[in-house]
């Protein structure tokens, strides 16, 4: 997998972003599940 630097920077964000705010993920991943159901 080739990352450019923007990528990576992106990546080390939602790292941060989901370790500090497990519940907000786990929210988004329900979402998901519930737009795939509906769609």
Known sequence: ???TS????V???Y???KSKNNSFHK???CF???EK???
């Open 1 to 3: 997998m080739n990352l």
């Open 27 to 29: 929210l988004l991943v």
């Open 11 to 13: 990546f080390e964000i």
């Open 6 to 9: 923007f990528d990576r920077k």
């Open 32 to 34: 998901g599940k519930v």
């Open 37 to 39: 159901n509906i769609s």
């Open 15 to 17: 790292k941060n972003i």
